[in-house]
């Protein structure tokens, strides 16, 4: 066998041999193609994660100052409700003392001033009825004082011309 030979049969027999190399290469090409690809997809989706994560931390710096906002309303609130509550238990203290203060003259009123009144009532109306009457009586007074007045002037005339 020449040269040119052997090299031939040696060539043939490594491809024989780099063959099942060659097309394992060429399927780790084709994976690690598969894979580049793959990778590239996940760090797309690992930017859009990154970009929706970013948008969720500063949702949620906003969500931290309304809610500190929040807390600081409703502390006020609070306060004010406590404020209101003494208001009302004052309002209270001096509802019931104007309730004892309306009692007192009631009572006065019913022990007092009621039975003043009805004995002012009372003189009033009889003194009403005295004086109606000593009016009527007045006038018939006057009636007759002029009928009398005019029975003298007559009864005068009368006697000078006698």
Known sequence: MTNSELLSAL??????????????????????????????????????????????????EALKKDVKILKEEVKEIREDTEVLKKDVEHIDDA????????????????????????????CYTSTFYRYRDGIVQLDKMQTDVDVLKSVVRDHSQKMQKI
Not at 95 to 122: A, F
């Open 11 to 60: 060539s043939g027999m490594m491809d024989d041999k780099l063959q099942p190399l060659k097309d394992d290469v060429q399927i780790l090409k084709e994976e690690a193609k598969e894979i580049r690809e793959d990778t590239e997809e996940l760090k797309k989706d690992v930017k859009v994660l990154k970009e929706e994560v970013k948008e969720i931390r500063e949702d949620t």
């Open 95 to 122: 509802v019931q003392i104007l309730k004892d203060g309306i009692l007192v003259l009631n009572l006065k009123m019913e022990n007092d001033i009621s039975p003043r009144l009805h004995t002012i009532e009372e």
